[in-house]
C-alpha cells in the first residue's frame, strides 16, 4: 500500500530557514498536501502542490516536488518561534478521496 | 459554523463504557471524514461520509466502532465497550465534495480510557 515517510524531528535557529522532507512510494499520487498541527488543535492546510508541478511559492512556504524521486520538500524562510509546530505530508491519487499521511515531523524553532 | 467544530474537547472515561462523540463540519461540506491519531502517529483513517452515498467504513478498526451522519450535517462517531488502546485524539475533517478538495480539521478530541 501507500506509504508516506518523513523524519521525526528538526530542529533550527529562529530566522534561519527549515527544510522539512516527505518521501511516498505511490507513484500515481497526484495530490500532495502539506499540514501544520498546533499543540491540542487539528491540522491546518497550509499549502498543496498538483503532481505536474515542480514548485510552489506562497509567502515564506515553498514546495519543491521531486517527482521522479518521490520526493516533496516545504522551506519555511526566516523561521520563527511560532513556526513550532507538527508538520504533515499528505498524499492522495487523483480519483481517491482518502489521503495517506505521513507521522509528522516537529519543528522545534529555538533562540 | 466558521470551523469545523468537535465536542468534548476532552472526555476520560472507564474502560467498557460507551462513548459518543460529536462534529458538526463546514456548512455546505458535503464530505466529512473521522481519523484516529494516537500519541506520535501520523493519522489513522476511519470513515468517510459523502452526501448522501453509503459511507466507506473501511477504516474503522472493529465492530466497537460505528459512525452516523445525517444528510451533510452533524456526525456522531461510537465507540463501544471502550478499551485502554482507544485511548488517542479523534479529528473530524470536512471538505466541499471528493476528490482533491482540502480537508478542513476540528481540534479534536481528546480521549482517555482509564
Known amino acids: 500500500g501507500e506509504d508516506v515517510e518523513q523524519s521525526l524531528f528538526l530542529s533550527v535557529r529562529e530566522g534561519d530557514s527549515s527544510v522539512i522532507n516527505c518521501t511516498y512510494t505511490?507513484?500515481?499520487?497526484?495530490?500532495l498536501y502539506w499540514y501544520k498541527q498546533e499543540p491540542g488543535a487539528g491540522l491546518q492546510l497550509l499549502t498543496y502542490i498538483f503532481s505536474n508541478m515542480d514548485m510552489k511559492q506562497d509567502q515564506r512556504l515553498t514546495v519543491l516536488l521531486n517527482k521522479k524521486d518521490k520526493h516533496l520538500s516545504l522551506r519555511i524562510a526566516d523561521t520563527q518561534t511560532g513556526d513550532s509546530a507538527i508538520y504533515f505530508c499528505?498524499?492522495?491519487?487523483?480519483?481517491?478521496?482518502?489521503?495517506?499521511f505521513g507521522r509528522g515531523t516537529s519543528l522545534i524553532v529555538h533562540p | 459554523g466558521a470551523g469545523v467544530s468537535q465536542s468534548p474537547s476532552n472526555k476520560v472515561t472507564e474502560k467498557g463504557k460507551d462513548v459518543e462523540l460529536r462534529c458538526d463540519p463546514i456548512s455546505g461540506h458535503t464530505a466529512l471524514y473521522w481519523y484516529r491519531q494516537r500519541l506520535g502517529q501520523g493519522l489513522e483513517f476511519l470513515i468517510y461520509f459523502q452526501g448522501n452515498s453509503a459511507p466507506d467504513k473501511s477504516g474503522l478498526p472493529s465492530d466497537r466502532f460505528s459512525a452516523e451522519r445525517t444528510g451533510e450535517s452533524v456526525s456522531t462517531l461510537t465507540i463501544q465497550r471502550t478499551q485502554q488502546e482507544d485511548s488517542a485524539v479523534y479529528l473530524c475533517?470536512?471538505?466541499?465534495?471528493?476528490?482533491?478538495?482540502?480537508?478542513?480539521f476540528g481540534d479534536g478530541t481528546r480521549l482517555s480510557i482509564l
Open positions: 505511490d507513484s500515481s499520487s497526484t495530490y
Open positions: 475533517a470536512s471538505s466541499r465534495d471528493r476528490g482533491n478538495q482540502p480537508q478542513h
Open positions: 499528505a498524499e492522495m491519487e487523483g480519483g481517491s478521496y482518502i489521503p495517506t
